[in-house]
């Protein structure tokens, strides 16, 4: 299993210590919202920028925007290694896929709980990831929606050679609920970074 720590729980006053402890995570996981996509807003590309500098981590990037094309290109040049963006978005989801291709980036896509997970099957082709939401996108620190797990069985088997990756209420426990449903990386943010000892708390997940 991959770990992608999730920087939206982490402490914003030590945001460089935070990251430095998750140096041994496989991706960092980076929530972009803007307010209008999801009811919160968190940070941009120029706090990508700043953490670019000191993780070596795959940065994977969440963009909850309603406009994510208009900002592939901030992204990458902050440091981006892959850019999810949602079917929901109102920008050409095959065109965005295709131009975070072009970009030299890995194309993710995700859907919140709400959206049948049949819409993404004709944009398949053109992800390297996929990203099932088992929270409604915009905050840390929900509960789990063990029925999301259905999306990640259907997936294993429609996009065979795509990365699945699962993000929201993801702990010990659901973790392993998400692995045998077929999820390969996880986002962990509240569970990694809301722990006492975060380095061990990631490792706990890193045994699974
Ligand atoms: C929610 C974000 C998630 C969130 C995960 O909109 O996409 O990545 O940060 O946080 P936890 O692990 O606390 O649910
Ligand atoms: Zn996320």
Redesign the pocket.
């Known amino acids: 299993m991959k770990i992608a720590p999730?920087v939206?729980?982490a402490d914003y006053l030590r945001l460089g210590e935070s990251v430095r402890a998750v140096e041994n995570a496989d991706m960092l996981?980076l929530?972009i919202?803007d307010g209008h996509f999801?009811p919160n807003i968190s940070f941009g590309p120029d706090v990508v920028r700043a953490l670019r500098g000191e993780s070596r981590l795959f940065f994977d990037v969440?963009l909850?925007l309603t406009h994510p094309r208009r900002y592939l290109e901030s992204f990458r040049s902050a440091g981006a290694d892959g850019i999810t963006v949602h079917v929901e978005c109102e920008d050409d989801v095959a065109e965005t896929l295709r131009e975070i291709r072009e970009m030299g980036l890995q194309p993710g896509l995700s859907l919140k709980p709400g959206t049948p997970v049949e819409r993404l099957v004709p944009f398949l082709p053109l992800c390297g990831m996929v990203l099932v939401?088992t929270?409604e996108?915009?905050?840390?620190?929900?509960r789990f929606m063990a029925d999301q797990t259905e999306k990640l069985r259907f997936l294993k088997k429609a996009a065979p050679g795509v990365l699945l990756e699962v993000?929201?209420?993801?702990n010990v426990e659901t973790a392993r609920i998400c692995r045998d449903a077929g999820a390969e990386v996880l986002?962990?943010?509240?569970?990694v970074f809301?722990a006492p000892d975060v380095s061990a708390a990631l490792a706990e997940l890193q045994r699974l």
């Open positions: 999730s939206l729980a996981h929530d919202m999801v969440h909850m939401m929270v996108p915009g905050f840390g620190g929900q993000d929201g209420g993801i986002v962990a943010g509240t569970s809301g």
